[in-house]
């Protein structure tokens, strides 16, 4: 292995994340210069998180707008119930694993749902059916 020296958070030649005839070994350079202008502090981390976060953010108010486009080809009754919260009861579940329930004729999907329990739920219109997300268990 040589003499090489290796700095805290360098791996030594042939542990796990590094191997022996690395560019940086044969440079006998460390890996990691803090110096380098694209290391990040921990401020910028956190900048870039936020930003990150609220990019996330705008793309499911998208989705949501998209969505909203899309149900108001939808009946009239069904745009009504968009928003809503009704009481349902899971009557089985799908064969992709969903607790289904019926509300005026609409599969309800309804999020970590049990056959038999009832449940207040708010609805939000997809394309056809709903999502039921829980208030409380009825």
């Known amino acids: ?68 486009a899309k149900i108001k080809n939808q009946p009239k009754i069904f745009r009504e119930l968009d928003g809503s919260s009704v009481k349902v009861t899971v009557d089985r ?3 992709s694993g969903n607790a289904i329930a019926q509300h005026k004729g609409y599969d309800i999907h309804v999020e970590d749902g049990e056959p038999g329990e009832s449940y207040l739920v708010d609805l939000e219109a997809c394309i056809g059916y709903f999502i039921g997300k829980p208030i409380l268990k009825a």
């Open 93 to 95: 579940i799908s064969s």
């Open 1 to 68: 292995m040589g003499n090489r020296k290796h700095n805290i958070g360098d791996s030594m030649p042939g542990t796990v994340g590094d191997s022996e005839g690395t560019f940086h070994d044969r440079q006998n350079t460390q890996s990691f210069d803090p110096s380098e202008k694209d290391v990040m502090s921990a401020s910028e981390v956190g900048n870039y998180l936020d930003e990150s976060s609220e990019k996330q953010t705008s793309s499911e108010n998208k989705s949501n707008k998209s969505n909203k």
